[in-house]
């Protein structure tokens, strides 16, 4: 259980310094456009795979709140998409984009598999490492749709 709540530690550090290096501060208006519409998707989607059993956190900061990880759905989810948005490769072809998406979508995947098979951070039920995949690029996707919305731009 230590070693659980360091690992959670060690992310919320990680997660910080990730966003003060790859958030510019002119684009910080961007940014939270971002980080506050993924943050409101993860918040309601984990909170109905938390309730349909599918997923369980057995350790998080606030397990007697809710039974969804703070840490994850609120903070280090929406902070990776605030970068992925800011960075995305507008202008690019196709290829590009497609690779920039998979790109995040894998290394989120394979660090929560990490995080499942050698922690009690997350512990799938009903769940597997393609749904998580799935999910995120589809969560990626609607937050990159609305981004493009919010801010008026032309090309995505």
């Known amino acids: 259980m230590l070693k659980d709540s360091v690992i959670l530690s060690i992310a919320w550090i990680l997660t910080v310094v990730m966003l003060l290096i790859f958030i510019p501060r002119d684009k910080l208006r961007e940014a939270q456009v971002a980080f506050f519409f993924k943050q409101t998707l993860t918040w309601v989607l984990g909170l109905i795979v938390v309730e349909l059993r599918l997923i369980e956190y057995p350790v998080d900061i606030f397990k007697y709140a ?3 990880s703070f840490t994850f759905e609120y903070f280090i989810y929406p902070a990776i998409c605030a970068v992925f948005n800011l960075h995305y490769p507008q202008g690019k072809n196709n290829l590009s984009k497609l690779l920039f998406y998979l790109n995040f979508c894998t290394g989120m995947t394979f660090i929560e598999v990490l995080c499942e098979r050698y922690t009690n951070i997350i512990k799938y039920i009903h ?11 589809i969560t990626f996707y609607i937050s990159r749709k609305y981004y493009v919305w919010f801010f008026g ?3 995505q």
Do not use: A, Q
Not at 127 to 137: E, G, K, N, P
């Open 66 to 68: 809710t039974k969804t």
């Open 127 to 137: 769940w597997s490492w393609y749904t998580t995949w799935i999910s995120l690029f």
């Open 153 to 155: 731009l032309k090309r």
